[in-house]
């Protein structure tokens, strides 16, 4: 303000240079200033209040949100709280009473058999395998038919605007008996015709390359096989992985309720401390000793919580679902057949492996391609017959038949062929070995799947005589609870433990699943 009333005797003296310029100046300098100290102050009040209410009022949402656990004494806080718990339940179950088809239409039932289903249907990997699968096969097809003969027709048709014309001049032929020349003037005969028409059907059978075709032939059934063995194969893949997100995801959710019951017991154990310290029966270390409890089984419950979310998401996403989706998991049977002897496991992954019968399939490829290089060394002959019509040209007939024999044979390549061949007889040697290789690599697979399946079982037994003893613990705990010989925190504390148990339970007989499922994978099932 003090500047701007310096510069008022610049306003006042009317000078064409200096008026203007002060006028400028003082106006911006009033202006800012209401900015500074009017503006800018309210302005910062406003959008701190609303930031406030804001952050007041999710606060508020989220102690609504709280499970309020019932204590042996109530006091008016306690039931305010419980009031406004029940009254967030009330328009909670309203508003989903109002949308029962949105919530229906995000949560899909499946069961196990259903998992694996859509993923052999939507997966990108079980297309990709079923589109190799049918480009070998059209492959194969093609190369049968260099058996057959070949057919084909070839017609032109020429128009030209000049023709061929032979002159016979004046008395080329001599003279009549009267004298008079013969021809009697020179005489033009006209050559054809304008348009010329060629038409050829011709029937044409390979002979010597008839070994070579039927290599050729074997060589495209071999890939045919690897394209079906590779299928297999990623069938196989794809119900594995299924099988593991399907159980993570059941053990995630069984994790997460044991947590949230765990947390019931704690925070109700931190209430009996908390209660017992304020009527002088308790120290302060035991109540903050149970508070902590609370608070880990708290963070456990979040922890497992996130677990199974994430568990649903890559299932969802494995499945092709869309996100947001719910998914409601059957729990699939865990009482498995009985388990064979390991020889007749290797025995069955010899037989069908699909990693053997690549191998298998690679060797027979190895040997197809071996002949085609041999048979290189074969002269080219064939036989065919030719079905010829010609319209428009002179001293040709107009329909013909003919008989023909095609050869041809490289004499002397320099070595080129013989290179070949011994290319292809080390390929398929380097293939044979390749496939013992995968006999052995298989053996090994099976024999660590059926150890896999054999702990699986064990550590399913102990999980089952575990929680057989808690079943019995809770029982003897709730008998003692209702003739009123123990609290309810030890009713709960006990119910939270067999809630542990029973996830282990779950957890180990869908991990002697998983494991069967290795196995199945390693001897080459796919059902």
């Known amino acids: 303000m003090a500047a701007a009333l310096g510069v008022t005797p610049m306003i006042l003296s009317r000078s064409p240079l200096w008026s203007p310029m002060a006028s400028v100046i003082a106006v911006g300098l009033v202006v800012s200033m209401i900015f500074t100290l009017v503006l800018v102050p309210v302005l910062y009040v406003v959008v701190e209040r609303r930031h406030e209410r804001r952050a007041a009022r999710r606060s508020q949402e989220s102690r609504d949100s709280e499970i309020v656990l019932p204590a042996p004494a109530m006091h008016p806080a306690g039931i305010a709280a419980m009031t406004s718990a029940i009254g967030t339940a009330v328009v909670l179950g309203f508003a989903l009473s109002m949308a029962p088809s949105r919530l229906s239409a995000q949560t899909v039932r499946l069961t196990l058999d259903d998992a694996v289903s859509l993923a052999m249907k939507q997966g990108y990997s079980a297309t990709l395998a079923n589109a190799r699968v049918a480009s070998a096969d059209a492959h194969e097809r093609g190369a ?24 016979i001049p004046q008395g080329a032929l001599g003279n009549e008996s009267s004298g008079s020349p013969l021809p009697a003037t020179d005489r ?51 119900r594995l992985a299924v099988e593991r997100l399907y159980a993570s995801v059941l053990i995630a959710q069984a994790k997460e309720h044991a947590a949230e019951l765990s947390m019931k017991a704690a925070r109700r154990q931190s209430g009996d401390a908390q209660q017992a310290l304020a009527s002088g029966n308790g120290v302060s270390a035991n109540a903050l000793g149970a508070r902590a409890s609370a608070l880990d089984a708290e963070l456990a ?42 020889d007749e496991y290797l025995a069955k992954a010899v037989a069908a492996n699909p990693e053997v019968a690549i191998a298998i399939a690679a060797v027979e490829q190895a040997h197809r391609a071996s002949n085609l290089a041999r048979a290189d060394f074969i002269p080219d002959v064939g036989v065919g017959v030719t079905y010829t019509m010609l319209n428009g040209v002179s001293f040709l007939p ?83 609870c209702e003739r009123g010989l123990t609290t309810t925190t030890a009713l709960e504390t006990a119910e939270a433990e067999l809630a542990e148990s029973e996830m282990r339970v779950l957890a180990a007989e869908l991990q002697i699943r998983v494991a069967r499922a290795e196995l199945a994978r390693a001897i080459g099932q796919t059902v």
Do not use: C, M
Not at 144 to 155: E, G, H, K, N, Y
Not at 192 to 218: D, E, H, K, M, N
Not at 316 to 329: E, N, Q, V, W, Y
């Open 144 to 167: 049968a038919a260099d058996l057959l003969p070949q057919i084909s027709v070839t017609a032109n048709h020429l128009r030209s605007t000049g023709r061929t014309t032979i002159v």
């Open 188 to 238: 033009r005969f006209d050559q054809g015709a304008a348009a010329l028409t060629y038409t050829q059907f011709s029937v044409t059978q390979p002979v010597t390359q008839l070994w070579r075709i039927r290599q050729a032939q074997g060589l495209a059934s071999a890939q045919t096989k690897g394209a079906a063995a590779e299928r297999s194969r990623t069938q196989a893949d794809v």
């Open 301 to 342: 419950w979040t922890s497992a919580a996130d677990s199974a979310s994430d568990a649903e998401s890559e299932l969802r996403s494995a499945l092709a679902f869309k996100p947001g989706t719910r998914l409601d998991l059957v729990v699939p049977d865990t009482r498995p057949d009985s388990l064979l002897t390991l």
């Open 398 to 480: 107009r329909q013909a038949v003919g008989f023909s024999v095609q050869g041809s044979w490289t004499i002397w390549d320099w070595g080129k062929r013989s290179s070949l061949s011994r290319e292809r007889a080390a390929q398929e040697s380097a293939a044979t070995t390749a496939l013992a290789l995968a006999r052995d690599r298989v053996s090994v697979e099976v024999e660590r799947a059926y150890r896999f399946v054999e702990r699986a079982e064990r550590t399913a037994g102990v999980a089952r005589a575990a929680a057989e003893a808690r079943r019995a613990s809770l029982g003897i705990v709730r008998d003692r």
